[in-house]
């Protein structure tokens, strides 16, 4: 391990902002926050709202920033690239905000039944070739129903057609009230000015870049009704570099 992400991991050892909780400890011990996030950690009430996959956690500090009466957890296994997110928002004295260092597999065990408002899912990776991996997954569904209030909301900013469509298709097959779908965001005027699109994350920009356009989804998760997996064969992304299987026909369009 190199010296400048041993140095990144010492950081995040001492930012107040930071909690960690390996699936060792949380096996053995559980987890102390969970239910006791506004009490104990933000001293107040206000909604919680979390960033799964946060990355370098700009999405994360950009809506603490915008909405003061919100609280906002980055959660991302990757500490050295959270680092980033956690080392701003100390250093600009934010109380709205903090990071998770976990494996989004066990995010219902950091959570009580509504403790959490709002979902966002900033580029996830569209996992392709593993359904049960993809964040927007009847897997991940029937895990978010354990913490996140009843019709809470889950955005979904993607510069994938696979994801996004898988996640309509989704929404749609389990009657999920779907509010927004753009399948190019920063040409809809509706979001001129809007922190969907003021707010940038690193890999957005990466995108906007290369000349792909951003796909947002915004839908409510009720707590009832059984859970089950759109049957449609989904154009994949030719662009990404996945070892993948080609599993249809249709022109895969950008």
Request: contains cysteine.
């Amino acid at each position: 391990m190199g010296k400048g992400k041993l140095a990144k991991f010492a950081d995040m050892a001492a930012n107040p902002l930071v909690v960690e909780c390996p699936y060792w400890q949380l096996q053995k011990e559980g987890f102390d926050l969970k239910g006791r996030w506004g009490s104990d950690f933000f001293h107040n009430q206000n909604p919680i709202v979390l960033e799964l996959g946060c990355g370098r956690g700009e999405y994360t500090v950009g809506l603490a920033h915008v909405y003061s009466d919100h609280n906002f957890i980055g959660v991302d296994i990757k500490g050295s690239r959270m680092w980033h997110g956690a080392q701003q928002a100390q250093a600009e004295g934010l109380t709205n905000v903090a990071f998770l260092r976990t494996n989004i597999e066990f995010i219902h065990e950091m959570f009580a039944p509504d403790e959490v408002s709002e979902l966002w899912l900033t580029f996830s990776d569209p996992q392709m070739k593993k359904p049960t991996k993809r964040l927007t997954s009847t897997y991940f569904m029937e895990r978010y129903r354990r913490f996140l209030i009843d019709r809470g909301v889950i955005h979904l900013k993607s510069d994938s057609n696979f994801m996004a469509t898988y996640t309509r298709l989704m929404a749609e097959a389990n009657g999920f009230p779907i509010e927004t779908f753009t399948d190019d965001l920063y040409a809809n005027h509706e979001f001129e000015d809007s922190p969907l699109t003021t707010i940038r994350t690193y890999y957005e920009q990466m995108w906007l870049e290369r000349g792909l356009s951003i796909k947002y989804i915004r839908f409510r998760l009720p707590h009832e009704g059984a859970l089950a997996e759109p049957d449609v064969e989904i154009p994949i992304d030719e662009y990404r570099s996945y070892n993948h299987e080609v599993r249809t026909t249709v022109k895969t369009r950008k």
